[in-house]
């Protein structure tokens, strides 16, 4: 049996991963009070073996402040129990969820009229810390659409077997910012940049001019030695620790060059160790509206 525990600040995308698990055939639950967790579980157990087999529950800000702050006791009680139990965490920066509430003209579950959006927003953060800390996966939905979300949901969670460390590498540029939901963070930038060689700043690291001209650099070469053998010794040790997820972020300037390019690399290297490795470039969806720009990489 399995139970999926879905949170997040308002506006990250829980509903859309609840649906996705609904339809993948969960049995889901939205906004479920913290203290049912144990009266469904227990039902769960006593029901037949394939009603509430699988069960996904949202649990949010709207749930009883005392409730979220003892989460930790709580967990440690269901993950004593016959379910197997993964709590995932969306979120978001604080410009896209207050851009999203604008948008939708929604209004936020802890505002009122002496609480405005932003205050609402930061207080929310806060409040969820006992879950955030505890969860098996992070997701960063701040530059990630609705589809692209969905499809994260089933690669990531549904597609994962038991026992087994999903990976996940992402590229991204500095210039927009490090990835929220990364575990570990590695800087390219001290490799040589492609972007100052003119016939080269179009391409990406995903194109055969790129990888050439990276490829004959032994700094790169040095540089994925250091990382696959650091990620050797030490994924095997988080996996026996029971962890499900790992999300591996590989920066440049602007993600589009020197990031891709290792990213591509070490995901190759380590989908042959792992059956779950997924690669996302976090920036090349949105190069056509940031090729203007000076120093990506």
């Not at 509430?52 to 649990?59: E, G, K, P, T």
């Not at 540089?223 to 790992?246: K, V």
């Amino acid at each position: 049996m399995k139970l999926i525990i879905v949170s997040g600040r308002s506006g990250s995308g829980k509903s859309t991963a609840l649906h996705v698990l609904e339809d993948l055939g969960y049995y889901c639950i939205d906004n479920l009070p913290i203290g049912l967790l144990f009266p469904l579980t227990e039902q769960a157990a006593q029901a037949s073996p394939k009603r509430l087999r699988h069960i996904a529950v949202s649990i949010d800000a709207r749930n009883l402040a005392d409730e979220i702050s003892d989460f930790e006791t709580i967990h440690e009680r269901l993950g004593q129990s016959e379910m197997q139990v993964e709590t995932i965490f969306l979120d978001a920066s604080d410009p896209s969820l207050l851009q999203r509430f604008h948008a939708t003209r929604r209004k936020h579950p802890l505002s009122d009229e002496r609480t405005s959006l932003r205050e609402a927003i930061n207080h929310e953060k806060r409040l969820l810390e006992p879950i955030a800390r505890l969860a098996d996966l992070h997701i960063d939905t701040t530059e990630l659409s609705m589809y692209e979300l969905r499809d994260m949901v089933r690669q990531r969670i549904v597609g994962r077997r038991e026992q087994e460390l999903a990976l996940l590498f992402q590229s991204f540029g500095y210039k927009h910012g490090v990835p929220l939901d990364s575990d570990y963070v590695f800087d390219v930038r001290c490799l040589p940049n492609p972007y100052w060689h003119q016939s080269l700043r179009r391409f990406t690291g995903l194109d055969p001019e790129i990888q050439q001209f990276l490829g004959e650099q032994s700094a790169t070469t040095d540089m994925l030695a250091s990382l696959t053998g650091f990620m050797e010794q030490w994924l095997p040790a988080f996996r026996h620790s029971n962890r499900s997820y790992m999300t591996i972020s590989i920066g440049c300037t602007g993600g589009q060059h020197r990031s891709v390019y290792v990213c591509d690399q070490l995901a190759r290297h380590f989908e042959q160790q792992y059956s779950n490795v997924q690669i996302r470039h976090t920036e090349l969806p949105h190069l056509h509206t940031t090729q203007q720009g000076t120093g990506s990489s």
